[in-house]
Nanobody, 136 residues
Framework: QVQLVESGGGSVQAGGTLRLSCVYS???????????MGWFHQAPGKEREGVAA???????????FYADSVKGRFTVSHDSSNNTLYLQMNSLKPDDTATYYC???????????????????????WGQGTLVTVSS
């Protein structure tokens, strides 16, 4: 089991910035076998969608993936020394308003292409979410 706790959400004006953090803990074996770490968001009445992810397995180590809507504005990163996943969000837009969730999984790297990284079924553990509100 892996537990995930997000923080850093809040209310900002359009054009502002936020940095989300996701601290993970739990069974060391499950943590060692975690290769994919991602961020999803879910707006009211909409499906949960992939925002960004980073691959931490030996093959593909450090490869990042982004939804088209956030490319050039958001940056995903991982600090293994303190078991934390980050999402730096710049130039925020009202359409970014949503609850943001971090998630981890153990899929092989060859499944990541063609948007595979954003398939919710590839993630085993999920956090409770943190709310981001962007006003115009």
């Amino acid at each position: 089991q892996v537990q995930l706790v997000e923080s850093g959400g809040g209310s900002v004006q359009a054009g502002g910035t936020l940095r989300l953090s996701c601290v993970y803990s739990g069974d060391p074996r499950d943590i060692r076998n975690t290769y994919l770490m991602g961020w999803f968001h879910q707006a009211p009445g909409k499906e949960r969608e992939g925002v960004a992810a980073i691959y931490t397995g030996t093959v593909g180590l450090g490869t990042t993936f982004y939804a088209d809507s956030v490319k050039g504005r958001f940056t995903v990163s991982h600090d293994s020394s303190n078991n934390t996943l980050y999402l730096q969000m710049n130039s925020l837009k009202p359409d970014d308003t949503a609850t943001y969730y971090c998630a981890t999984g153990m899929p092989p790297f060859h499944l990541m292409g063609n948007g595979g990284w954003s398939l919710k079924t590839l993630y085993n553990y999920w956090g409770q979410g943190t709310l981001v509100t962007v006003s115009s």
